[in-house]
């Protein structure tokens, strides 16, 4: 079983940056697909990026350009780098891991089987 923490967030000015992190305990990640889902209030939550074991990526068309995902099988450790960042991206990250082998556009949040608490994300104008 798979348990996962995230780290980083907080408060930044618009257009500025900041780094999350996940880390995995628990079973091997081998074939987990890693992501960060994001919830701002009044609204579903969303898949933000994924990463699959290989380094294959997904971003959803709002962070295309801005943010960036990679990982560390080796350390079990997923990242988040989210540069240019917008009131609207104001939201919980949650971390999420799936059996999902190569695929990476999995954006069903019911298909991930781990999740961290989540940590805010505060983007002021």
């Known amino acids: 079983q798979v348990q996962l923490v995230e780290s980083g967030g907080g408060l930044v000015q618009a257009g500025g940056s900041l780094a999350l992190s996940c880390a995995a305990s628990?079973?091997?990640?081998?074939?987990?697909?890693m992501a960060w889902f994001r919830q701002a209030p009044g609204k579903e939550r969303a898949v933000v990026a994924a990463?699959?074991?290989?380094?294959?990526?997904w971003y959803a068309d709002s962070v295309k350009t801005r943010f960036t995902i990679s990982r560390n099988n080796a350390k079990k450790a997923m990242s988040m780098q989210m540069n240019s960042l917008e009131p609207e991206d104001t939201a919980v990250y949650s971390c999420?891991?799936?059996?999902?082998?190569?695929?990476?556009?999995?954006?069903?949040?019911?298909?991930?089987?781990?999740w961290g608490l989540g940590t805010q994300v505060t983007v002021s104008s």
């Open positions: 990463i699959n074991w290989s380094g294959d990526t």
């Open positions: 628990g079973s091997t990640m081998n074939g987990y697909v």
């Open positions: 999420a891991a799936g059996a999902l082998g190569a695929v990476i556009n999995q954006q069903l949040a019911s298909e991930y089987d781990a």
